[in-house]
């Protein structure tokens, strides 16, 4: 049994060899609702040459397309959103999705879009063009980049995640347009506070200092004018729209995961914007993914720790997209290839969901193993239709024992095909 063991390993290893790495690359593409050309980074994972596959995508925010995947932001050591999920795929913790990184302004970095401006005449920044950037995002480069490369081009394999300014776009593009999006990320959103009213300042009408500091004209007045139309500004508010919502607006926001972190205080981080947010969401029924959603007691606005974010919420976007995976109905009657997904959750502690999608009917083995080569339990030894199958392990062996925390390895066997998924058990 060891030497099939390693046999399997080898074959699986030789695989993983051969593929392409995976790979950033910068593009540009002429938008009709801006009516100027906009650029975005695109994050290919390993072996997408070489598959046919479609994939899950997530869109990271921040401001100019750079900033994810630039390595000497604050807080880095040479590492970016790439590294992140390189490591997080490797691992096994998520499988291959495609990373967009949009530029969400001016083509110098210096004008934040975020919104359908108000007033883009007050700047000559490039690349602001008619000023509609929410049209643009959802309207625009969520149809370019599902027509111009292989996603699954549906609200159930969409995310989208942010940092600072871009948790705030994040946020909000979900809640207006609920219909795109079933999973949503932000570390240290800088959300307007409820009617624009900042708690620790006195009195209770719109004194916001940050998206109403007159000193930050030149990056918000083409958002909302100068001097602010408040009553814009509050039409662009997460808290207002979830404060404000219906029953049916609620129902459809519901639908969508949310994964939100910020850093421990007011000095260092947004935490209490993100805690109005997330106070308000679970008045509504709404709730974080995150127990905790301090990202760590040291956390601060950086991009290090925006990338700490990233390799936790990542988890959460695939979780969130296999989820709904695990539970849809076998629609497509043809399937292109042979898939075993990664267990659902991992790691875990009591029980796991096992997702395979069988291509060619006909004997199927499902079977996990030690890490020495060992039999530990057969989920499944026979005869399996084409289609998406779910299996289920509790942890106990074939004996009905419990087996000791640790990593096993999952093997799906046809006649043509060996399939193999890492699973980390905690005790």
Not at 153 to 163: L, S, T, V
Not at 311 to 339: A, C, D, G, P, Y
Request: contains cysteine.
């Amino acid at each position: 049994m060891l030497a099939k063991y390693c046999i399997i390993i080898f074959i699986v290893t030789a695989n993983i060899l051969a593929q392409s790495s995976s790979r950033v690359e910068l593009r540009s593409f002429e938008s009709t609702i801006l009516n100027t050309s906009k650029s975005f980074n695109i994050y290919l994972p390993r072996g997408y040459d070489e598959s046919n596959r479609h994939y899950s995508v997530v869109y990271f925010l921040r401001l100019h397309e750079s900033e994810w995947f630039n390595p000497g932001l604050s807080g880095r050591s040479g590492s970016t959103l790439k590294d992140v999920a390189d490591s997080l795929i490797e691992g096994n913790y998520v499988s291959e999705m495609i990373l967009v990184g949009p530029n969400t302004g001016s083509d110098n970095g210096n004008i934040a879009g975020l919104v359908n401006m108000f007033s883009p005449n007050l700047t000559i920044s490039p690349g602001i063009g008619t000023g509609r950037f929410e049209d643009y995002l959802i309207h625009d480069l969520i149809p370019y980049i599902d027509s111009n490369y292989r996603t699954i081009p549906n609200k159930e394999n969409r995310g989208i995640d942010g940092f600072s300014l871009g948790g705030y776009t994040a946020v909000l593009l979900s809640l207006r347009n609920p219909n795109t999006f079933s999973s949503v990320g932000s570390y240290d959103g800088t959300f307007m506070w409820y009617n624009l009213d900042d708690p620790k300042i006195e009195g209770d009408s719109p004194d916001d200092p940050v998206w109403l500091n007159t000193n930050l004209d030149l990056i918000f007045g083409p958002l909302f004018g100068i001097p602010r139309n408040i009553d814009y500004m509050l039409q662009n508010s997460s808290v207002n729209i979830l404060s404000e919502a219906d029953n049916s607006k609620l129902d459809s926001i519901k639908s969508i995961r949310f994964h939100i972190h910020t850093g421990p205080r007011d000095t260092v981080a947004n935490f209490g914007r993100n805690k109005q947010l997330l106070d308000t969401m679970a008045a509504k029924g709404i709730f974080n993914t995150f127990s905790n959603f301090v990202l760590s007691p040291d956390a601060v606005h950086t991009f290090g720790f925006a990338d700490l974010h990233a390799s936790k919420s990542l988890i959460k976007h695939w979780e969130t997209f296999q989820n709904v995976t695990s539970v849809r109905n076998e629609q497509n009657s043809i399937l292109t290839e042979m898939r075993l997904f990664q267990n659902y959750p991992n790691p875990f502690n009591s029980e796991t969901k096992i997702t395979a999608n069988i291509k060619k009917e006909g004997h199927i083995s499902l079977v996990i193993y030690d890490v020495l080569g060992a039999k530990v339990k057969i989920l499944h030894n026979s005869y399996l239709s084409t289609g998406t199958k779910v299996f289920s392990w509790n942890g106990l062996n074939d004996n009905n024992f419990e087996v000791s925390g640790g990593v096993y390895v999952l093997t799906l066997q046809t006649n043509d095909e060996i399939l193999t998924k890492k699973i980390l058990l905690l005790k």
